[in-house]
């Protein structure tokens, strides 16, 4: 199950003023008054990192979303702190169910994620059904995404000072990285992405875990069968890449499933949250 948290239907640019963030040590996650449930996430990493190995499992820092609030003019003001993946490993991804375990959100990880709906010239979608070299979502089909990397602005531990990094900054790897997940998952360059007109369509999190992602688009200048023609070698945690086209997608917003394979269920939130968006075009073309 999803819930979709914010939508914006004709979507956010990384320039658009509309969009502001707050990064601030205030949100990062607070520990668990409880010392063994504390240990249950070192524990947890511990128990990855033996079973998926160190070259699939690394610790490093992200972004922690505290909350995200929507005017009625459509702004949205994102606030974030800082977590890293053990963290999250060992809140968010706890099999027993992490509000169980840590009785409320706020010691929780919730690391900030991100998708793309990857627009090829051709009207398709890519998707990547992930290989077992992951630390979530094994088979499961998902668009490309991932997590932005707090670590390239500087901020390498939980604890770092963070008021030289500014807002800007902030939002400016957030879109980066959603576009650097698109080129090492789908396997393009960068060349070939309108990076200028990318735009963020939302926010989509997933109920069983409270795991959150923005949601962008972004148009690619290739079409499907050039996307699989350049893609020689996909990234490790790839295992094969599949194509959806948009009747594709409104069946996948029915059955959660693409060619017979089950999308992750904020990936199927994602979809929906795209059709929205294409509603609001169809919408301005009729006036």
Not at 9 to 29: C, H, I, P, Q
């Given at each position: 199950?999803?819930?979709?948290l914010?939508?914006?239907?004709?979507?956010?640019?990384?320039?658009?003023?509309?969009?502001t963030?707050?990064?601030?040590r205030?949100?990062?996650?607070?520990?668990?008054?409880?010392?063994?449930?504390?240990?249950?996430?070192?524990?947890r990493?511990?128990?990855q990192?033996r079973?998926?190995g160190?070259s699939?499992?690394?610790?490093?820092?992200?972004?922690?979303?505290?909350?995200?609030?929507?005017?009625?003019?459509?702004?949205?003001?994102?606030?974030?702190?800082?977590?890293?993946?053990?963290?999250?490993q060992?809140?968010?991804?706890?099999?027993?169910?992490?509000?169980?375990?840590?009785?409320?959100?706020?010691?929780?990880?919730?690391?900030?994620?991100?998708c793309?709906?990857v627009?090829?010239?051709?009207?398709?979608?890519p998707f990547?059904?992930?290989?077992r070299?992951?630390?979530?979502?094994e088979?499961?089909?998902?668009?490309?995404?991932?997590?932005?990397?707090?670590?390239?602005?500087?901020?390498?531990?939980?604890?770092?000072?963070l008021?030289?990094?500014?807002?800007?900054q902030?939002?400016?790897?957030?879109?980066?990285?959603?576009?650097?997940?698109?080129?090492?998952?789908?396997g393009?360059?960068?060349?070939?992405l309108h990076?200028?007109?990318?735009?963020?369509l939302?926010?989509?999190r997933r109920?069983?875990?409270?795991?959150?992602q923005?949601?962008?688009v972004?148009?690619?200048?290739?079409?499907?069968?050039?996307?699989?023609?350049?893609?020689t070698?996909?990234?490790p945690?790839?295992?094969k890449?599949?194509?959806?086209?948009?009747?594709?997608?409104?069946?996948?917003?029915?059955?959660?499933?693409l060619?017979?394979?089950?999308?992750?269920?904020e990936?199927?939130?994602?979809?929906?949250?795209?059709?929205?968006?294409?509603?609001?075009?169809?919408?301005?073309k009729?006036?």
């Amino acid at each position: 199950m999803y819930e979709i948290l914010f939508c914006n239907k004709t979507g956010l640019s990384a320039r658009d003023n509309r969009l502001t963030v707050e990064l601030d040590r205030v949100y990062n996650r607070k520990p668990h008054p409880s010392p063994e449930v504390e240990d249950r996430i070192e524990q947890r990493w511990k128990d990855q990192v033996r079973e998926k190995g160190e070259s699939v499992l690394w610790n490093a820092t992200k972004f922690r979303l505290e909350s995200a609030r929507e005017t009625a003019d459509g702004r949205l003001h994102l606030m974030l702190g800082i977590t890293d993946y053990r963290e999250y490993q060992g809140t968010n991804l706890l099999t027993t169910g992490p509000l169980l375990v840590f009785q409320h959100e706020w010691h929780l990880s919730n690391a900030f994620g991100n998708c793309c709906v990857v627009r090829t010239c051709d009207g398709k979608v890519p998707f990547v059904v992930r290989s077992r070299r992951v630390g979530e979502g094994e088979g499961f089909a998902v668009l490309p995404g991932g997590h932005a990397e707090p670590s390239r602005l500087g901020i390498e531990r939980m604890e770092s000072d963070l008021s030289s990094i500014s807002p800007k900054q902030v939002i400016a790897e957030l879109f980066t990285s959603t576009v650097e997940e698109v080129v090492e998952e789908v396997g393009i360059s960068k060349d070939y992405l309108h990076i200028d007109g990318m735009k963020m369509l939302g926010i989509v999190r997933r109920t069983a875990d409270l795991k959150a992602q923005m949601v962008c688009v972004i148009d690619c200048e290739l079409s499907s069968v050039d996307v699989n023609r350049l893609t020689t070698q996909l990234d490790p945690e790839c295992q094969k890449l599949l194509f959806a086209d948009f009747a594709d997608l409104e069946s996948i917003s029915d059955t959660g499933k693409l060619t017979g394979v089950k999308l992750m269920p904020e990936h199927v939130g994602a979809v929906v949250l795209y059709l929205k968006s294409q509603e609001s075009v169809h919408e301005c073309k009729r006036t």
